[in-house]
């Protein structure tokens, strides 16, 4: 399924706000790491100046039975610098949590797009010194001295603990030596980065109440694997830039986990994956 650019104004900056640091490159072989689909690009217009590709795979297999995927590809009509597109991913709750998820990116403008950047998405757990992260028996010192554990979602995994604490918050590419690269991060039924628990906040951004904290530290009725600082979401997303450093594309990816309608109301939906509406 494709989506082309929306005829709306969006400003960039929602999609990857304070990057601080430019990135990571992506090494020829974090690349050859991947298990690529038969043609990742099929669905992708060959003149298109920006790119991303998700799809799901059942956790440290090349199994892609049931795969769950989703194209966005800016049109390469569109006039530049233009407005960010939208895109979103929906997979069911157990398959998410259970699934890789392979990430292909790029453009077919190496001129117009001479750096192509990937960015994970990611928040702030807490700013509390007394704040215990998943996994945890000791509070982290969120507060006056950050560490890995006082963040979520999945760049902090992607990028690595050296790297996401020195301000490193995307990968990239120099198009003029590949116009394309993938990148997986591990299921969380493997990675435990939220200690166990059945959840997808490892790969879901859609939060709707992101100027809200939830804090556990304050409220017990609230669950430390839940902790949310308002305002530090940062989206799933690429965009690339000109040989000035100007943004000319972006897309902004929301991934979702589905509930299974309710079989006696049809209004209703049974939660088994705690995720950020739920």
């Known amino acids: ?94 398959q998410l949590f259970y699934s890789d998820l392979k990430f292909s990116f790029g453009t077919f403008q190496t ?25 945890e028996k000791e509070p982290a010192t969120c507060g006056s001295d950050p560490t890995l554990n006082c963040y979520g979602g999945a760049a902090p995994t992607i990028m690595g603990d050296s790297d996401f604490m020195k301000g490193f918050r995307s990968l990239y590419i120099v198009t003029a030596l590949g116009n394309q690269s993938e990148k997986v991060l591990t299921a969380e039924s493997k990675l435990r980065w939220y200690s166990g628990y059945d959840v997808n906040y490892l790969v879901t951004n859609d939060l709707t109440a992101r100027g809200t904290t939830i804090d556990p530290v304050a409220d017990n009725t609230k669950p430390m694997h839940k902790a949310y600082v308002a305002d530090s979401m940062v989206d799933w997303g690429v965009y690339c830039e000109d ?13 979702k986990d589905k509930d299974k309608l309710n079989s006696t109301d049809p209004d209703a939906t049974e939660d088994e994956y705690d995720d950020w509406n739920d």
């Not at 797009?113 to 998943?134: G, N």
């Not at 040989?243 to 991934?255: A, E, R, V």
């Open 1 to 94: 399924m494709k989506s082309y650019l929306l005829l709306q104004i969006l400003v960039f900056a929602l999609v990857v706000p304070n990057l601080g640091c430019s990135g990571d490159e992506v090494k020829a072989e974090d690349a050859a790491s991947t298990t690529p689909d038969t043609d990742p690009l099929s669905e992708v217009d060959p003149a298109s100046p920006l790119y991303l590709k998700i799809s799901t795979k059942w956790e440290d297999s090349s199994n892609v039975s049931n795969s769950v995927s989703e194209t966005c590809a800016i049109d390469p009509s569109t006039p530049m610098p233009a407005a960010t597109m939208s895109c979103t991913l929906e997979v069911p709750e157990a």
């Open 111 to 135: 001129a117009t797009c001479p750096v192509v950047h990937f960015v994970p998405y990611y928040y702030k757990r807490s700013t509390s010194d007394s704040y215990i992260p998943p996994g």
């Open 243 to 255: 040989f000035f450093g100007h943004t000319q594309y972006g897309i902004k990816l929301t991934i």
